[in-house]
C-alpha cells in the first residue's frame, strides 16, 4: 500500500532532495538563518565599539546625522525604524528622533486652530527650539524632516508641501492636490491671495480659482477678507510672520483638542 | 589669569547695529577675555573685542528668512582706540547672525563669562597689557598663541569627525553584508527553498527589525510583529485603558504616540513600533482596536464602543440639535475636533446623516430621504 507524502520514505526523499540541493553549492534558508544571527552577533559589538567612541558626535553634530542617515538609506537600513533597533539603542539616534516627533506634533496641535494644521517648517523649527529650552541640544531643519517622515506612519496627513525654497508642514488629513499647492506656492510672498492674482499668473478661470479658494477655507487654511480694498483676499495664517500673531498660552492649547 | 579659548561658532555674520558689516561669513570665537570674530576663507581678517567693552546683550529671535541673532551693546569707544576696520560707528552695538544655529550654546557661554569675569583675575607674573604702544604688539603676540590653539583644536575636531566618518563607512560596509543576507534569506522563504519553523520565522524577523531593514516577509503568524510588539501590545492595552475612557472610547494615534512616549521618558517607542504594537491587539485579544478611516486617520478604539453604538449615538446627537457641525459636536462629547469629525462622517457613510457643505463649516443634518 501506498502513501503519499508521509512515512519513512517521504522523509527519505526530503533529505535528499536537501542533499542535492546543497551539492549544488546551494544553501538552504534555515542554514543562513543560522548564519545570520551568527553575523547579527558580531555586528552589535562592531556597532557597540562605534558608539563608545562617536556616540556623542551623533548627538552633537547635525552634519554627521545627516551623512549618517544617507548611508544607512544608500544600504537599505531604516535607523529609525524601531526603539528597538540597534541603531537606536546603542547610538541613541532612536529617542533624538522620537522626542522631536512628540514636540512636532505638539506644536502642530496647539496651532491648529489658528493655520487650520499647515505651518512653514522656518516657524516649527523655531516654536520647536524654543520648546526645548537654551540648554538642549541643537535640531536643525534635516532633522525635523527626518522626524515628520516617520510620523508619516501614523496616518493623520502629516506631510510637506514645496513652498518658496522651504516647505509647508501638513498636519491634518486635508486633502490638498496639485492646484491646492501651487495657490499656496503663489500665496507664500504676501501671505495672501485673490482670485485676479490666481487668474494673472497662473491663467485659470475664475471658477476654477474660486472652488480652489473655497476649498482652503473649508479646510480652515485659509481666512477671507472680504474687506479688503479692491477685491477679497484670501489669507494664510500659516505663512504670517511669527511676530505679527499672538501667542497660545498652554492653557489655551489644552483647551483646544485636535 | 591667561587667556584661553571657551568657545567658537562658524557660519556667523557680523552687522555693524543694524547694517550687515562688509564681511562675509566667518568664525566667532569667545575666549576668556574676547570675542574674536575671524573670516572663515581669510585666517589674517580678524577683529576682536575686549569683553569689558560690553555693557549688555541680549538674544534675537530668528523669524522667518532671518537667523537669530545676538545683540551685543558696547560702552563708547575710548581716544586710545586701537585701529581697526571701523574707527567710528554710528550704532552703540554690534550683531552676531547665527547662519548655520549654535546660538543658544554660544549665549550660554557668553552669558557665563561676563558673569565669572575672568579677564580681570589678577595674575602674578603677567606682561601688563593695560593702554600705550605696547598694547600693539601684545596684543600681536595674543593672536598668534590663540591662534595656534585654534588650529590644533580645529585639526584635532577635523580629526574626529573624519575617524568618525571612517568607522562609520567601516560600519556600513559590515551592515550591508547583513542586509544582502537578509535578502538571502527573504527571497528562498518565498521560493520554499527549505523548511523554516515558526521559531525561525520569528527570529527572522526579530533581527530585521534590530538592523532596521524592511520586513519583505509577511506571514498569517503576526504579520509585521516580533515578540517585541506583543509586549508592547499588552502594555499598551493597560496603558490606554483609563485615557481612552477619558476621551470618549477613541483617541488618534498621534495623541497615543504623544501620551506613551511622555511617560517612558527614554526608550521611546517609533512610530512603527507602535503601529505594529497595536495591529497585534486583535489576534491578542485585547480590548482594543486599532482603526483606519476612510481619511487615513488612525485611532485607537475601545473594543466595547462598538461601531453601531457610535453611530447611533451621532444620529441622537444630531437629531437633538437639528443639526451639527464637527466643532459642535466635539464640545457636546467631549471629543477632539477631528474625532468627531471622522464619527460624523461614519454615520453619513451609512445613511444616517446628510450633509451641507458651505464656506461656514460642513453641518451634518439627520438624513430624512
Known sequence: MHRRGVGAGAIAKKKLAEARYKERGNVLAEDQIVQMSKQIETFKSHLEEFASKHKQEIRKNSQFRVQFQE?????GVDPLASGKGFWSEMLGVGDFYYELGVQIIEVCLALKHRNGGLITLDELHQRVLKGRGKYAQDVSQDDLVRAIKKLKAM??????????GSYLVQSVPAELNMDHTVVLQLAEKKGYVTVSEIKEHLKWERERSCHVLDHLLKEGLAWLDSQAAGEPQYWLPALFSEISSRDVTPDEANQMTP | MNETLVIQQRGVKLYDGDDKAKLDVGVVLLTTHRLIW?????HECCIALSLSQIIYFEEQAAGIGKSAKIVIHLYPVTANKEPGPYQQSKFPYIKLSFKEHGQIEFFRRLTEEMTQKRWETPVPLTISTATGSQTGKTRAVGIVGIERKIEQKRKETEQNISEAFE??????????EMVELSRSIANKIKDKHGDITEDETIRFKSYLLSMGIANPV???????GTNYHMQLAKQLGDMLLAPLEERGGMMALTEVYCLVNRARGMELLSPEDLVNACKMFESMQLP?????????????????????????????????????????????LGLSVLLSKERLLLAEKMGHLCRDDSVEGLRFYPNLF
Not at chain 2, 167 to 176: E, G, N, R
Not at chain 2, 292 to 318: P, T
Open chain 2, 288 to 332: 482594543l482596536r486599532l482603526r483606519v478611516f476612510d481619511s487615513g486617520v488612525m485611532v485607537v478604539q475601545l473594543q466595547s464602543h462598538s461601531e453601531e453604538e457610535m453611530i447611533a449615538s451621532a444620529l441622537d446627537n444630531v437629531t437633538d440639535k437639528g443639526s451639527l457641525t464637527s466643532e459642535e459636536f466635539a464640545k457636546l
Open chain 2, 167 to 176: 568607522d562609520l563607512s567601516q560600519l556600513m560596509v559590515k551592515a550591508k
Open chain 1, 155 to 164: 496616518g493623520n496627513g502629516f506631510g510637506m508641501i514645496p513652498v518658496g
Open chain 2, 218 to 224: 509577511t506571514r498569517e503568524t503576526h504579520g509585521s
Open chain 2, 38 to 42: 575671524r573670516d572663515h576663507k581669510n
Open chain 1, 71 to 75: 548611508m544607512c538609506a544608500t544600504i
